[in-house]
């Protein structure tokens, strides 16, 4: 099998997180979140593709004073009345730019305008960006990519450009260039869809310390008004709410089956694992926010020292549950075994083989098998850090232009490598963002890289689902090999014709929340 990796750029599933609040009131540039963000984020609306306040969770969040709600419309047009109804007298910014062809030009860039004039404020700011880089991007564009024309590239590139002139945090729109990797001005100022808002939301929630996850008013019948707010009290519960939500079959396990089982070392095993998945998911959060700072100039030593750092805690937490889980699991199989002698973790490579396969039927073990192979990722990254330090540095993200992303350098990492390692395929190597960047210095080698941000993300969300999918094996199927089980296992029974409760509305909300991908 021919593993693709593509040169150059980062990998097609390349994805630029969030870029929350990098100056403070007083125009500084703390570190973001060694510092606590001191100003709402800010939302930039396109009323082009979202003429109206979307249905939705995102709708929620309008008029939450820890968003910024700024409507993008171009120069000229009208203001959506329903967009002004919902957010009152909300902060309209009329983007300058209609073809390339007739901007005004500064050297090699387009240049064009961005005015505000309302209440709130008036002002005028110039905004440029080079228009060659999107004719750059149309011909480096993977193959299998959905085609976008270069219309639509000049317009991403234009509305990122004039968000980042007056301080937006992210664009929400519907545009075909949302979240696509071969459209690199979505590196500078992030667009999501709608959906996707909401998880920066809660992002911000949690990094800003706010526990506030909804709030909810109306008016009264002969006036007056309305509030109700949800909180989580805490932000632990915020972080556990999160994590269980996303692990209905380990929520089970963990706040039912585990406690009325009377085995108090397995509610010991099966608390532990849900500690170390949520202190994992604050370390991912705490990487992200890090990764919201610019990466050029003085501060870029700290801001990749903080990010590497933070993705150590998030490797260590998550290989302390597998560890926890796959010794506890052979306990559970026969609990006359020594526990000193049978310490194998979830993620060793023997693991299915060696335990698995003589108790479970093939097709229950499909998706364990692959979530598998993201743990014996993880499992090399955390080896790394306990030989050395990981290599995570600054490197070129495209073929042209300055920008650097933060990645993992997978030729120090032989393990890792395309075509060396059996168990990983094409899927993996795109959802990690793997990519062969440019040099790093004049007359110096490609690098097989991964980034930073993706490969933490795609981590948290594989080793969630490799422990939710393990979960649901052990306690749907009974071992056909062990002679004394533990009476968990198997304790889960239905009849052939039985098919999955849908979530509830609360779960899908707080998995929104978190939005890990699927991986």
């Not at 990466?295 to 150590?312: H, L, R, T, Y």
């Not at 933060?406 to 795109?430: F, G, S, T, W």
Request: charged letters at 20%.
């Amino acid at each position: 099998m021919t593993i693709s990796v593509p040169e150059g750029q980062p990998s097609r599933r390349f994805m630029r997180y969030v870029r929350p609040p990098i100056k403070d009131d007083d125009g500084n540039r703390p570190l973001y979140p060694l510092r606590p963000a001191t100003r709402p984020l800010r939302l930039g609306i396109d009323v082009v593709t979202i003429p109206t306040p979307p249905t939705g969770t995102f709708s929620a969040f309008l008029g939450r004073e820890e968003l910024d709600i700024q409507l993008l419309v171009p120069r000229g047009a009208e203001v959506p009345q329903a967009w002004a109804q919902v957010l009152k007298d909300p902060l309209v910014r009329q983007i300058g730019f209609t073809t390339v062809e007739e901007a005004s030009r500064e050297l090699d860039t387009v240049q064009f305008g961005v005015t505000t004039d309302c209440k709130r404020e008036r002002s005028r700011y110039s905004a440029h960006f080079f228009p060659i880089y999107q004719q750059l991007d149309e011909q480096l564009a993977s193959p299998d990519a959905v085609p976008l024309t270069l219309t639509e590239r000049n317009r991403a590139a234009a509305y990122a450009a004039g968000s980042a002139a007056v301080g937006i945090d992210a664009i929400v729109s519907t545009m075909p260039t949302v979240g696509r990797c071969d459209v690199a001005d979505n590196d500078s100022v992030v667009s999501v869809t709608p959906d996707d808002a909401v998880a920066l939301i809660g992002h911000h929630l949690r990094t800003s310390n706010n526990p506030v996850v909804q709030v909810r008013r109306g008016g009264l019948v002969g006036g007056g008004s309305w509030k109700q707010t949800e909180s989580t009290a805490t932000i632990e519960n915020f972080y556990d709410w999160g994590v269980g939500a996303r692990m209905p079959y380990f929520d089970c396990l963990h706040l039912i089956i585990a406690p009325r089982s009377g085995d108090p070392d397995l509610v010991a095993a099966v608390n532990s694992i849900r500690v170390r998945l949520c202190r994992a998911t604050r370390a991912l959060d705490q990487l992200l926010a890090v990764l919201s700072n610019p990466i050029s100039g003085k501060q870029s030593a700290d801001v990749v020292e903080a990010a590497a750092e933070a993705f150590d805690r998030q490797l260590l937490y998550l290989a302390a549950a597998f560890d926890i889980y796959g010794r506890r699991y052979l306990l559970l199989i026969d609990s006359t075994r020594d526990p000193k002698k049978f310490r194998l973790s979830l993620d060793a490579g023997g693991y299915i083989a060696n335990h698995l396969t003589r108790e479970y039927p093939a097709a229950a073990l499909v998706e364990v098998e692959r979530l598998h192979a993201y743990a014996g990722v993880c499992k090399v990254l955390r080896n790394h850090i306990h030989d050395g330090i990981l290599p995570v540095d600054q490197h070129p993200g495209r073929g042209y232009g300055s920008t650097k992303n933060i990645a993992l350098n997978i030729d120090a990492m032989p393990e890792l490598l395309p075509d060396v390692n059996p168990k990983l395929a094409q899927d993996h190597y795109d959802s990690l963002g793997v990519w062969r960047s440019d040099p790093v210095e004049v007359f110096g080698d490609r690098t097989t890289v991964a980034d930073l941000a993706t490969t933490a993300v795609t981590l948290m969300g594989a080793g969630t689902g490799l422990i939710e999918a393990f979960t649901k094996l052990i306690l749907q199927n009974k071992p056909a090999a062990a002679s004394a089980p533990h009476s968990i296992l198997g304790c889960v029974q239905g009849q052939p014709e039985d098919v999955e409760p849908q979530p509830h509305a609360r779960e899908l909300f707080y998995r929104s929340l978190f939005a890990w991908p699927d991986v």
